[in-house]
């Protein structure tokens, strides 16, 4: 069962007790050159998401485990990278570790540089169509490795009755074990950054095609 917490203010902990738990938080990036708009949209939405993290801690229990994306090291140096990618989720991070809860490595270095670095051929603009086809293939048989990976990890390590929080992008395709609960963290603000991400990426094309 899923909840999405921006439509359900108080999620009643009766129905929530047993097994395990985690809490998915959808995961945005600043980026160096990103619009004073943008960040202003990401600043409420981390806002919130603190705000929503409180509430089901408070109903539900605290936080064992912490797993974010793209960390294949857990601990202070997994803290380190978390802070590096993402100072607004480090935030909610450092205060949770702060709380006992343990930040997991997340993913396998191996199969991570080299689903980045499928990816990165990818964003060059190929020009043979052969070229892109055996490197988009690639790039899909890594993904699935590196779902594959994510999804029997936080299967492993999170045990029995504990609660854990995972940060990621959305579109992702990982399956999480049937018997772990998702609870989907999307306040209002994730709606306007959608929303705008889509409009910006509308006029974007528009411009293209003129």
């Known amino acids: 069962m ?3 917490l921006g439509k359900i203010e108080k999620p009643s902990a009766e129905g929530f007790k047993k097994g395990r738990k985690l809490y ?8 160096k050159d990103a619009p004073a708009e943008y960040l202003e949209k990401l600043d409420k939405y981390w806002d919130q998401v603190g705000q929503h ?3 089901l801690e408070s109903r539900l229990g605290r936080i064992s485990r912490m797993f974010h994306e793209l960390i294949p090291t857990g601990g ?4 380190k990278t978390v802070q590096d990618l993402n100072e607004k ?10 709380k006992g809860a343990k930040l997991e490595a997340t993913e396998e270095s191996e ?6 670095d499928w990816g990165r051929c990818l964003s060059i603009g190929l020009q043979n169509q052969n070229v892109f086809t055996r490197i988009y293939d690639a790039y899909l ?13 936080i299967n492993e390590v999170l045990k029995a009755e504990e609660i ?25 603000a994730l709606d306007e950054i959608n929303r705008w991400i889509r409009d910006r990426e509308a006029k974007s094309h528009d411009q293209g095609t003129d």
């Open 2 to 4: 899923s909840e999405e």
């Open 24 to 31: 998915f938080v959808p995961l945005f990036y600043a980026g």
């Open 53 to 55: 993290i409180s509430n």
């Open 76 to 79: 202070e140096d997994g803290m």
């Open 89 to 98: 989720c480090y935030k909610i991070v450092k205060s949770e570790s702060e």
């Open 111 to 116: 199969l991570l540089t080299e689903f980045m």
């Open 141 to 153: 048989a890594v993904s699935k490795k590196r779902n594959e990976f994510v999804a029997n990890h």
């Open 164 to 188: 854990g929080i995972l940060f990621m992008r959305d579109g992702h395709q990982v399956q999480f074990p049937t018997d772990i609960e998702i609870f989907y963290v999307a306040p209002p």
